[in-house]
């Protein structure tokens, strides 16, 4: 069961979305947070990448994927996440190094909001695909209403 993979999750009401609060060592001579892919994480990261010096209001993302995974932590700085599943929204402040956010797929996403020093780092379940984005948002709802019947 995908709560059974999370250290401390909790949904935000949006389909199969959890904010994934990471394991803090503290210590003296610096802080330190983990993730353990084949023990925390759902799915075995196949690519990592990360978002930074995102120019004033600018907003990434904006898209939903047909089969990928994601886990987000914004390991520097703030941002927020819209998360959507074609019937319910949420906004998600990420904004500590030790909070994550786990998307499964066929949720659309909007980054926005960054600080001026933000770095938000995306472990992905696949390579990237450019067949696997979905980029419109009315062909996202209709892939959510099609594949209704086999979310959890």
């Given amino acids: 069961m995908l709560e ?8 935000v009401g949006v389909r199969g979305v959890r904010v994934v ?18 023990k925390d ?3 075995v990261p196949a690519r990592c990448f990360w978002i930074y010096d995102v120019p004033g209001q600018n907003v990434r993302g904006e898209h939903s994927h ?4 994601q886990f987000l932590v914004c390991v520097k700085g703030a941002c927020v996440i819209t ?3 074609g019937r319910n929204r949420a906004d998600v402040a990420l904004d500590r190094p030790n ?19 933000a770095v938000l780092m995306v472990l992905a ?17 209709q892939l959510v209403n ?7």
């Fill in 21 to 38: 609060e990471l394991p803090r060592i503290e210590d003296p001579r610096g802080n330190l947070s983990v993730v353990e892919f084949e």
């Fill in 4 to 11: 059974e993979k999370f250290v401390s999750s909790v949904e």
């Fill in 125 to 141: 379940s696949e390579r990237y695909d450019p067949a696997e984005y979905i980029r419109d948002y009315n062909e996202f709802l």
């Fill in 66 to 69: 047909r089969r990928l995974e």
């Fill in 99 to 117: 909070r994550g956010l786990y998307l499964p797929p066929l949720i659309w996403d909007m980054m926005h909001q960054f600080t001026h020093d």
């Fill in 41 to 43: 994480l759902p799915f």
């Fill in 146 to 152: 099609q594949n209704e019947s086999t979310f959890p």
């Fill in 83 to 85: 998360v959507d599943d």
